[in-house]
T-cell receptor, first 115, second 114 residues
């Protein structure tokens, strides 16, 4: 079983839709949770970062972490064609030591927002 | 800053040939990571360095793969001999500090082994 599971999609939505992307994980040591966005033929770039459980909002994006369920989500409101990309969840254990330096990624969900 | 710089962007080679991928991390970053991305397996960590020292190479698939970081501004990933199953996009990333600091990726080196 993979440490991080993410539905690869593809996911296709109309412009303006609310998008929900999710990951589950098995390693209870994970404490830092991130979402990276990757445009076609580019490297991933950090979109959202949260520590431990809770919500974080940044403009149209909201990241949620539920450590009790080992489940994280990214919501995109009023989705735009420019949001079309692959979204990868990523996690790491508490900082310090070698385990705190590894970032484990999900497979990524390919999202297309149609005008 | 120019960001993480990788070369070559594209490489097409024949099975059995040696491949060398290069990376220049962001100045001041003390961690450097090599990842491989494929459709089947997603983004996999191959090896990472801290202050030029390899810390964890457990993701390196075989002895055909080797990585070096002779100084803080340069790293190489070498595949010798290359095989068709090595075809993938190889990313270099760097970060300042441990824990959850933001990882900055290069644009990747797309390798095709015929």
């Amino acid at each position: 079983q993979k440490e991080v599971e993410q539905d690869p999609g593809p996911l296709s939505v109309p412009e303006g839709a609310i998008v929900s992307l999710n990951c589950t994980y098995s390693n209870s040591a994970f404490q830092y949770f991130m979402w990276y966005r990757q445009y076609s033929r580019k490297g991933p770039e950090l979109l959202m970062y949260t520590y431990s459980s809770g919500n974080k909002e940044d403009g149209r994006f909201t990241a949620q972490v539920d450590k009790s369920s080992k489940y994280i989500s990214l919501f995109i409101r009023d989705s735009q064609p420019s949001d079309s990309a692959t979204y990868l969840c990523a996690m790491s254990a508490r900082s310090g030591g070698t385990s705190g330096s590894r970032l484990t990624f999900g497979e990524g969900t390919q999202l297309t927002v149609n005008p | 800053d120019a960001g993480v710089i990788q070369s070559p962007r594209h490489e097409v080679t024949e099975m059995g040939q040696e491949v060398t991928l290069r990376c220049k991390p962001i100045s001041g970053h003390d961690y450097l990571f090599w990842y491989r991305q494929t459709m089947m397996r997603g983004l996999e960590l191959l090896i990472y360095f801290n202050n030029n020292v390899p810390i964890d190479d457990s993701g390196m698939p075989e002895d055909r793969f080797s990585a070096k970081m002779p100084n803080a501004s340069f790293s190489t990933l070498k595949i010798q001999p290359s095989e068709p199953r090595d075809s993938a996009v190889y990313f270099c990333a760097s970060r300042r500090g441990t824990g959850a600091g933001e990882l900055f990726f290069g644009e990747g080196s797309r390798l095709t082994v015929l």
